[in-house]
């Protein structure tokens, strides 16, 4: 098996030199973003029970969705605020590290028909606490619950905000609780490389898809998963690509307002070569939350795709901003590295590429488009030694099958 590099489309190398992107300078200091900028850490689990981890977590997951969609507000992503779950952070260095002014962090307490939730709001500049506030609610009542303590830390935090905006950025819910409580479940796993923790996840979210099947969210998450397997590791590509769109029209069929449904119809229609249909999906997604980073990543992939390489940089770099500690930053850097490459700054694609290698080993994946930068900066016996071991590291990976789960 063998890799060209003139198989790859590149730029003639532009007379500039490439921006300074967030990939490439991770450790540099955050400038605040010039609206109220919010980070809500992990929530404490006080019911005395480990299994309640899956529902405090996914109420924490629904605040930050609840907050993101307002466009006035700077909100970071889900998986930065949670890599301060089970620590005690100096509120000063979480806002020095994710560049905000504002932390939002809590408690819940569940028992029975029953839970309670303490919520304070703290001033990241010097420590001040703004708003602190306990509220209690029966359990079928939570998502009653989730909004009022949004339009709470709203209001502390923009006052000027619409009540109309207030209303838009209010989630569909679902008519299940139980459905609910499957897909908090497999929402870890969904992002997994590991097959057998996305099979895990299918599971539950055939399950919560069973128990509530007017509930877009686990049907465009199933949906993704499919996609997965298409990139990655499924034995039959061609039938999660299927799958994959399948679903996810399934999904945007149920609710036609959710980002997450919208940016997972999109990515199958870009595996699936159709990016004329996945640009309008994206653009009105992230209209629909302008704080998504998963959705800036996906629309750097799709401009990507359509060899837009600077626009690409710039919306991977947004996605990296917004969730700056993000566990899958790796795959915006990766895409960075490619437009790098695409662009003809083929040293700068190297070191990007192998920085996306270093945040994720497991990324197996980005060795070829290595060896296709190295090859293309003279560096020819670095290239053939990394394709001399592409065979051990990815022994599934064919020319024939390379074909079939690329979109471009």
């Not at 945040?359 to 090859?375: G, I, K, S």
Request: aromatic content about 8%.
């Amino acid at each position: 098996m063998g890799w060209e590099a003139a198989d790859w489309k590149v730029s003639a190398p532009p007379p500039i030199a490439p921006p300074v992107a967030a990939a490439a300078a991770c450790d540099a200091p955050l400038a605040l973003p010039d609206r109220p900028s919010i980070a809500v850490l992990p929530f404490q689990n006080m019911s005395g029970d480990p299994e309640q981890e899956y529902f405090v977590d996914g109420l924490v997951e629904d605040i930050i969705t609840g907050l993101s969609r307002f466009k006035s507000l700077f909100v970071i992503a889900r998986n930065s605020s949670f890599t301060y779950k089970g620590k005690s952070p100096d509120i000063r260095q979480v806002g020095r590290e994710l560049g905000v002014r504002y932390v939002l962090e809590g408690s819940v307490r569940k028992a029975g028909g029953k839970v309670r939730i303490s919520g304070q709001l703290i001033d990241c500049g010097n420590g001040a606490h703004l708003w602190a506030d306990r509220f209690d609610a029966a359990l079928e009542d939570i998502f009653d619950l989730q909004d009022r303590i949004t339009t709470t830390v709203v209001g502390a935090i923009a006052p000027k905000l619409r009540q109309v905006e207030i209303e838009k950025a209010q989630r569909r819910r679902p008519d299940s609780l139980d459905a609910y409580a499957c897909v908090m479940r497999a929402m870890p796993a969904v992002w997994s490389f590991d097959p057998a923790a996305r099979a895990e996840a299918l599971r539950q979210l055939q399950r919560a898809i069973a128990l509530d099947p007017h509930y877009a969210l686990p049907v465009a998450l199933a949906a993704w998963c499919h996609a997965q397997s298409t990139t990655y590791d499924g034995e039959d590509p061609s039938h999660d690509r299927l799958l994959a769109v399948q679903l996810a029209e399934a999904a945007a069929r149920l609710d036609s307002e959710d980002e997450v449904v919208l940016a997972v119809l999109a990515a199958a229609y870009s595996l699936s070569g159709d990016h004329t249909r996945a640009g309008p999906l994206l653009e009105k997604a992230l209209l629909l939350n302008p704080n998504s980073a998963w959705t800036w990543q996906r629309s750097g992939w799709h401009n990507f795709y359509l060899e837009r390489y600077e626009l690409a940089l710039e919306h991977f770099d947004r996605g990296i901003r917004i969730s700056p500690l993000d566990p899958l930053n790796f795959n915006g850097v990766f895409g960075m590295g490619g437009a790098y490459l695409g662009l003809g700054w083929f040293e700068d694609a190297v070191t990007t590429i192998r920085k996306c290698m270093s945040m994720q080993p497991e990324a197996r994946f980005a060795q070829r488009m290595l060896a296709v930068a190295l090859a293309h900066a003279g560096r020819t016996d670095e290239a053939r030694e990394i394709i001399g071991q592409y065979p051990r590291v990815h022994p599934n990976m064919t020319i024939t099958r390379y074909r079939q789960t690329t979109p471009w």
